[in-house]
């Protein structure tokens, strides 16, 4: 988690949360939420967290949302990351739909 974490910070991601999603939801212990300014800025921290997984040998169960770029979706089995761009965060709000979740804290560098 810290790893997403720190790949969405080097791409200058917006607003980074960690959710604490255990017990919450039957999909992942953590959610990763941040937006990125422009379509090219979400793909390109996307990207990002794509390679670093890679690089970590994290596994790369699903990746979409890349060709709109409006909310791109990286499932790393236990951790779901969600690139938005931040018209589409505001609007889909997922911090309120899982207002139960615990904040996580977690340090950047």
């Known amino acids: 988690m810290r790893i997403d ?5 080097d791409k200058r991601a917006e607003d980074i949360v960690v ?3 255990e017990g919450i939801s039957p999909v992942a212990d953590y959610f990763v939420i941040c937006h990125g300014n422009s379509e090219k800025q979400v793909q390109a921290i996307a990207r990002e967290i794509k390679d670093v997984a890679g690089e970590h040998e994290l596994p790369l169960h699903k990746f979409e949302g890349m060709d709109s770029a409006r909310w791109v979706l990286a499932d790393l ?3 779901v990351v969600h690139i938005f761009h ?3 965060r505001d609007y889909y ?3 309120k739909l899982w207002a139960d979740a615990p904040h996580v ?3 950047v560098g």
């Open 105 to 107: 804290e977690v340090e």
């Open 5 to 9: 974490r720190e790949a969405a910070d």
């Open 86 to 88: 931040r018209d589409d």
């Open 19 to 21: 959710l604490d999603m």
């Open 77 to 79: 089995e236990n951790v």
């Open 93 to 95: 709000n997922l911090e």
